[in-house]
């Protein structure tokens, strides 16, 4: 199982967990449904896929169970980017 760390519209933290299935499923149909289902922000599907990818490329080690990445979308005209608390930032982790 994989989650996603992002800040909604709100700046509200949300943990959104998903399963992602090798050979079945696509990160890029992933990361359409996050956008469909107004979980992230289309401006962010590209670059949720692409880490989404690099994510699940290492999976198998140890040390690469996280990746954390700029957002596209950005942050709000009073906030500054902050990898630590995710502001403007997302972190993608595989649960077991």
Do not use: W, Y
Not at 29 to 48: F, K, S, Y
Not at 49 to 73: G, P
Not at 74 to 94: C, H, K, M, Y
Request: hydrophobic residues 40%.
């Amino acid at each position: 199982m994989q989650v996603l760390r992002v800040r909604n519209q709100q700046r509200e933290l949300n943990d959104i967990k998903f399963d992602f299935t090798r050979g079945t499923d696509s990160v890029e149909g992933i990361a359409h449904e996050l956008v469909t289902a107004e979980l992230i922000d289309c401006h962010d599907l590209v670059i949720v896929a692409a880490n989404l990818q690099k994510l699940i490329e290492h999976a198998d080690e140890k040390d690469r169970r996280s990746v954390t990445f700029a957002l596209n979308s950005g942050v709000a005209t009073n906030e500054i980017p902050d990898e630590r608390t995710l502001t403007g930032f997302a972190q993608i982790s595989i649960i077991d």
